[in-house]
């Protein structure tokens, strides 16, 4: 690196920390959260979840191990991010690596956000600062590099949605049940679980009809900002209810389908966005470790008749999952594919295709 630079991160309520700033150096604003994962942080700002976000990790140490070559897989997928560019507005870090230490490493997590155009910051004191929005709630917030000061912008404000989907309609896999994906800002992984658990995949766009589409099942992805905002989804979930259609629901698509199907959902006051969440299903009462990422919530209390929880939180005892009695639709908050992360219920995709028949 080359001469440090100082900058700022400066929250609405007024908090400020100072720091140095690293990957991209231009001032940035977005909404300020943390996320508790102790390694992850390549396909963290590449998840579309995070899209608008200023990530503060809690971990102390970030960027030891690199950061990997880009590499396509089989599919076409990218082999070790989460979609094919950075999705994060800024990163907040409390100590940055300037040495890599593993095999894949292509390049150092710095080279990698300035090449991707996102904004760090390190040596801030992210103890103090997650316990700031640990009280306060996840907060609008910027990267003010030196004296260039920007104003502050919520992402939730506008359809985060239409951002990261794709634009274009594609297949992955060449045998079994045929599966429409409707694309909200989906992970490399769940396509490549679905595939491996032995469906074919077609990725649409998140407001394409995909009625028009033959297929036997209906996937709805994971995805960033306030699920009010995608109108024309949940207008298309609806119908696909209504023909009790196949259907299963990942983090924002959880909470598309329970808006679909009546029930109403809030924003939480910090998130969740850890690899270590201990989830209850109800009925057999397993807790199982989860890996999420999200900032809003199904009201559990709002499901209609016909509808029941299927998973709880065991922190906090919010929703984590939702099932309809009789017909073959379910949704889960947490993420199953979790890449890095606990693959405790990876079956649900083998669940789900059982679902199909």
Same mark, same amino acid.
């Given at each position: 690196?080359?001469? !440090?630079i100082?900058g ?5 309520d007024g908090?400020?920390?100072r720091?140095t700033?690293f990957?991209?150096p231009?001032s940035v604003s977005?909404?300020?959260v ?9 396909e %963290?700002?590449?998840?579309p979840s995070?899209r ?6 809690t971990?102390p140490?970030?960027g030891?191990y ?5 590499a396509?897989?089989s ?6 991010f989460?979609?094919v560019?950075?999705?994060? +507005?800024?990163v907040?870090?409390a100590?940055l690596?300037?040495?890599?230490s ?9 080279e990698?956000l300035a090449?991707?155009g996102?904004?760090?910051?390190t040596d801030v004191d %992210?103890?103090t600062?997650?316990q700031?929005?640990?009280?306060g709630?996840?907060i609008?917030?910027?990267i003010v ?10 992402p939730n ?5 239409a951002?990261v989907s ?14 429409v994906?409707?694309? %909200?800002?989906?992970?490399t992984?769940?396509?490549?679980q679905?595939v491996?658990a032995g469906?074919?995949v ?5 407001n394409?009809d995909f009625?028009?589409e033959?297929f036997?099942?209906?996937f709805i992805?994971?995805?960033?900002g306030n699920p ?5 989804t ?7 209810l209504a023909?009790?259609? !196949? ?5 924002l ?12 959902t809030y924003?939480?006051k910090?998130?969740?966005r ?5 989830c209850v299903?109800?009925? %057999?009462n397993?807790?199982y470790?989860?890996? =999420?990422?999200?900032?809003? +919530?199904?009201?559990g209390?709002t499901l209609?008749?016909?509808?029941? =929880? ?5 922190n ?9 009695e009789?017909?073959?639709?379910r949704?889960?908050?947490?993420h199953?594919? +979790?890449a !890095?992360?606990?693959r ?11 679902m199909i028949?």
């Open positions: 690196m080359s001469e !440090p100082e700022r991160l400066i929250l609405e908090a400020e920390f720091g700033i990957g991209n231009a977005g909404e300020v943390f996320t508790t994962g102790m390694v992850g942080y390549s %963290t700002v590449t998840d995070f608008g976000q200023i990530v503060v990790f971990y140490l970030i030891n690199g950061v990997p070559a880009a396509i897989d599919l076409g997928l990218s082999r070790h989460e979609s560019c950075a999705q994060a +507005a800024g907040v870090v100590n690596s300037h040495d890599t593993h095999w894949s490493a292509a390049r150092s997590f710095h990698y090449e991707s996102v904004s760090g910051i %992210t103890r600062l997650t700031h929005l640990r009280s709630g996840s609008l917030g910027k590099v030196g004296d260039a000061d920007i104003p502050f912008d919520d404000s506008r359809n985060l949605v951002e794709t634009r274009e309609t594609r297949d992955y896999g060449s045998d079994g049940p045929r599966v994906l409707v694309d %909200t800002g989906v992970k992984n769940i396509i490549r679905l491996a469906a074919r077609r990725r649409v766009p998140w394409h009625f028009d033959p036997d099942g209906l992805g994971n995805g960033p009010k905002m995608v109108e024309q949940i207008g298309h979930l609806r119908r696909a023909d009790r259609i !196949p259907t299963f629901g990942i983090c698509g959880h909470q598309l389908l329970a808006l679909a199907a009546g029930a109403d924003k939480l910090f998130g969740h850890s690899q270590n969440q201990p299903e109800i009925g %057999t397993r807790c470790i989860t890996s =999420q990422n999200h900032g809003f +919530a199904v009201n209390d209609p008749e016909g509808w029941r =929880q299927w998973f709880v939180n065991a906090d005892g919010t929703n984590e999952g939702i099932r309809h009789y017909k073959p639709v949704s889960v908050q947490f199953p594919e +979790a !890095p992360g606990p405790d219920t990876l079956d649900l995709f083998h669940r789900f295709l059982e028949g």
